[in-house]
């Protein structure tokens, strides 16, 4: 298994540039997240997935944030426009099933830098 | 708001000794609890979960469950230098019929040679 897929690995953009991070989760999982990472804040999460369907977008910060899922292999994270603050490691999560015990399996982030 | 906390640390330990890991939580509905394993510019790794008051031993890792106190930690025998990294908890509940996960912002744990 080649476990969560995530890129870009690093992107570097100017502020007011669209961004778009993407995520293929393990195969046969039903749940997916996207996470923030930030010295600050730690991990934060901004919104999940059950079934491809967005569950919680509740920690997404503001409009400039959008996420989709369009089938049960991909998602993307866009932020548009960008702004320095969104500068963080953004993580995709992919879990089995939603019941007590499951854990989440991460990819290995995008580290993204507005400047 | 959902509130996981733990000392950032670093929490140093000589290479043997055993580190204590710490995180309390404020929702007493909180189902299970996960401790994360964070190696300095890697991804979180799931290392322990517990979902029952008590401990849960899996090899040299301990984590103790106590929901009156809201309280979970982490114990980690014979600490090798290999088990520096950042600790993160995570606790699970639920709202509107869905499962939700909070994570504390880590424990950043240093075994000294």
């Known amino acids: 298994d080649a476990g969560v897929i995530q890129s870009p690995r690093h992107e570097v953009t100017e502020m007011g540039q669209e961004v778009t991070l993407r995520c293929k989760p393990i195969?046969?999982?039903?749940?997916l997240f996207w996470y923030r990472q930030t010295m600050m804040r730690g991990l934060e999460l901004l919104i999940y997935?059950?079934?491809?369907?967005?569950?919680?977008d509740s920690g997404m910060p503001e409009d400039r944030f959008s996420a989709k899922m369009p089938n049960a292999s991909f998602s993307t994270l866009k932020i548009q426009p960008s702004e320095p603050r969104d500068s963080a490691v953004y993580f995709c999560?992919?879990?089995?099933?939603?019941?007590?015990?499951?854990?989440?399996?991460f990819g290995p982030g995008t580290r993204l830098t507005v400047t | 708001q959902k509130e996981v906390e733990q000392n950032s640390g670093p929490l140093s330990v000589p290479e043997g000794a055993i580190a204590s890991l710490n995180c309390t939580y404020s929702d007493r509905g909180s189902q299970s609890f996960f401790w994360y394993r964070q190696y300095s510019g890697k991804s979180p790794e799931l290392i322990m979960f517990?979902?029952?008051?008590g401990d849960k031993e899996d090899g040299r890792f301990t984590a103790q469950l106590n929901k009156a106190s809201q309280y979970v930690s982490l114990l980690i025998r014979d600490s090798q230098p290999s088990d520096s990294a950042t600790y993160l908890c995570?606790?699970?509940?639920?709202?509107?019929?869905?499962?939700?996960?909070?994570f504390g912002t880590g424990t950043k744990l240093q075994v000294i040679p």
């Open positions: 517990i979902y029952s008051n």
């Open positions: 995570a606790v699970k509940w639920e709202s509107g019929g869905y499962q939700k996960v909070t």
């Open positions: 999560a992919s879990s089995p099933i939603n019941t007590n015990r499951d854990e989440q399996y």
């Open positions: 997935f059950n079934n491809n369907v967005p569950i919680d």
């Open positions: 195969s046969g999982h039903n749940s």
